[in-house]
């Protein structure tokens, strides 16, 4: 650790029923698996001292923050630019469903080289990986230079947690297909507010 350097704990929240639907955007609840995930989760951090706890503003960030805080006394703040990528008209249909009517979408994507894969969009009015990830890191290095010395908890959501770690030279797009990041798991990294580096992964399983 370095003289200004925050501390920051990125987790992502348990099991939801979003999960089981597979369904963009939507703002589901956790499973009753999501909540034991969130006990067993905040059993972890129970001996780690925590500053302040943040959140998207989405219910399964929310309630898993909760959970976790209620253990240090500590009220959920929510940030909304911690919230997962957004979808545009996407927003609300399953995958499945979409894969089919963008097809042609999909099978561009695979074709460009990871520059231009950062500035796709399936649809004009969703987000693209880039946006999604300025604002994710934005973000946390706004948090960093707002609490110098401090250890922050923040519950986000996996798609900005595999662009983080591809942004910080961690792993690969490919390394991290699939279910690379576990609910509950985290990553730990140091931020001066301006810079960011990974100290420790938990429940990431990076493929070789």
Same mark, same amino acid.
């Given at each position: 650790?370095?003289?200004?350097?925050?501390?920051?704990?990125?987790?992502?929240?348990?099991?939801?029923?979003?999960?089981?639907?597979?369904?963009?955007?939507?703002?589901?609840?956790?499973?009753?698996?999501?909540?034991?995930?969130?006990?067993?989760?905040?059993?972890?951090?129970?001996?780690?001292? #925590?500053?302040?706890?943040?959140?998207?503003?989405?219910?399964?960030?929310?309630?898993?923050?909760?959970?976790?805080?209620?253990?240090?006394?500590?009220?959920?703040?929510?940030?909304?630019?911690?919230?997962?990528?957004?979808?545009?008209?996407?927003?609300?249909?399953?995958?499945?469903?979409? +894969?089919?009517?963008?097809?042609?979408?999909?099978?561009?994507?695979?074709?460009?080289?990871?520059?231009?894969?950062?500035?796709?969009?399936?649809?004009?009015?969703?987000?693209?990986?880039?946006?999604?990830?300025?604002?994710?890191?934005?973000?946390?290095?706004?948090?960093?230079?707002?609490?110098?010395?401090?250890?922050?908890?923040?519950?986000?959501?996996?798609?900005?947690?595999? #662009? #983080?770690?591809?942004?910080?030279?961690?792993?690969?797009?490919?390394?991290?297909?699939?279910?690379?990041?576990?609910?509950?798991?985290?990553?730990?990294?140091?931020?001066?507010?301006?810079?960011?580096?990974? #100290?420790?992964?938990?429940?990431?399983?990076? +493929?070789?």
């Amino acid at each position: 650790m370095q003289h200004n350097d925050t501390t920051i704990y990125i987790v992502r929240h348990g099991q939801s029923e979003g999960s089981i639907s597979d369904v963009y955007g939507t703002d589901p609840d956790l499973t009753k698996k999501g909540v034991q995930q969130a006990e067993e989760t905040a059993d972890l951090f129970a001996s780690i001292h #925590l500053d302040h706890v943040f959140a998207s503003k989405l219910k399964r960030a929310q309630h898993m923050a909760a959970i976790i805080a209620g253990r240090h006394t500590l009220p959920v703040e929510t940030v909304e630019d911690l919230r997962e990528p957004y979808y545009g008209k996407l927003e609300g249909r399953g995958r499945k469903e979409v +894969k089919e009517a963008y097809k042609e979408r999909f099978q561009q994507r695979k074709t460009l080289t990871e520059q231009q894969r950062m500035q796709f969009k399936i649809v004009e009015d969703m987000e693209s990986d880039e946006e999604a990830l300025m604002r994710f890191f934005g973000a946390l290095n706004q948090l960093a230079a707002a609490n110098p010395h401090k250890t922050l908890l923040v519950i986000s959501h996996v798609p900005l947690m595999k #662009l #983080l770690l591809m942004h910080l030279g961690f792993a690969t797009r490919k390394q991290l297909d699939g279910e690379s990041i576990e609910n509950g798991g985290y990553i730990k990294v140091a931020s001066n507010g301006k810079e960011m580096r990974i #100290l420790e992964t938990k429940g990431v399983n990076r +493929k070789d």
